[in-house]
């Protein structure tokens, strides 16, 4: 089993910068594929960003493409998001699996529980 647990979420203004965290514990040996998803209020689970296990290979949604950074440092991935709009409003979820390469969320078997990030307009 695998646990992940965001951190780094909170209140910030459009234009601005945060950036999550996301560390896994117990069985992270087996972990490949890490991933950050966002929840709006009323909105479906959308995936953010994709990084490979050795951390070369990325993919991002359109609509942070170069605002956001995800990146990895073994079993932690971080996800660095600038230029923040209030539309980027929402729960962000980091998400791990087994699997070599990951985007789609109904794949992805390990979930953490959250971290709000609310932007000001």
């Known amino acids: 089993q695998v646990h992940l647990v965001e951190s780094g979420g909170g209140l910030v203004q459009a234009g601005g910068s945060r950036r999550l965290s996301c560390a896994a514990s117990?069985?992270?040996?087996?972990?490949?594929?890490m991933g950050w998803f966002r929840q709006a209020p009323g909105k479906e689970r959308e995936f953010i960003a994709t990084i490979s296990r050795s951390g070369r290979s990325t993919q991002y949604a359109d609509s942070v493409k170069g605002r956001f950074t995800i990146s990895r440092d073994n079993a932690k991935v971080f996800l660095q998001m600038n230029s923040l709009k209030p539309e980027d409003t929402a729960v962000y979820y980091c998400a791990a699996d087994e699997a070599l390469w990951v985007v789609d969320k109904n794949v992805f078997a390990y979930w953490g529980q959250g971290t709000p990030v609310t932007v000001s307009s």
């Open positions: 117990g069985r992270t040996f087996s972990i490949y594929a």
